[in-house]
């Protein structure tokens, strides 16, 4: 079973990427863990194959968001650690959250370490996004709220 994370993902000239967004809006961080072809332009960098283009050379621009059930609750994975998983709880009952032992790591915020057999129903979905947009009369490259989740 391959490692299950929540990421953004790009889909450049037909090839999904792990992808990044920076250092301007505009711009899209594509990473390979294996060499693509050469004729491509990725860069070799520690540990993966990266390559910088412009938003509009992105055909799509996505959440990878794996999800699950944890004791009848949901969640999502932030990581996979092989045979531990690092979830968030996705319920709204922080009382049901503390029951089943999670932590809070912020207000209304519950995460946990467990077996990855403990997690059912795995599953990935996928939601498209858009770039966030500045608006003309300001300089800041800051994410609008609407767009914080990315």
Known sequence: MSPMRFRLMATYRGVPY????GPSDSDVVLFA????????????APGHWRKRVIRAEVDVLWTSRPVGTFH???????DDMGDRLHIVYQGTDSRRARE????????????????????????EEKAE?????????????????SHANI
Do not use: H
Request: one cysteine or more; proline letters at 12%; charged letters at 30%.
């Open 18 to 21: 792990e992808a990044g967004i």
């Open 33 to 44: 863990a294996c060499p693509p072809p050469e004729e491509l332009g990725f860069e070799p």
């Open 100 to 123: 089943l032992g999670y932590w809070q790591v912020d207000r209304g915020v519950f995460e946990l370490l467990t077996p990855r057999e403990e997690v059912t129903g795995l599953t």
């Open 72 to 78: 009848g609750e949901p969640c999502l994975v932030l």
């Open 129 to 145: 996004k858009g770039l966030p947009r500045r608006s003309p009369d300001r300089k800041s490259t800051r994410l609008n709220s």
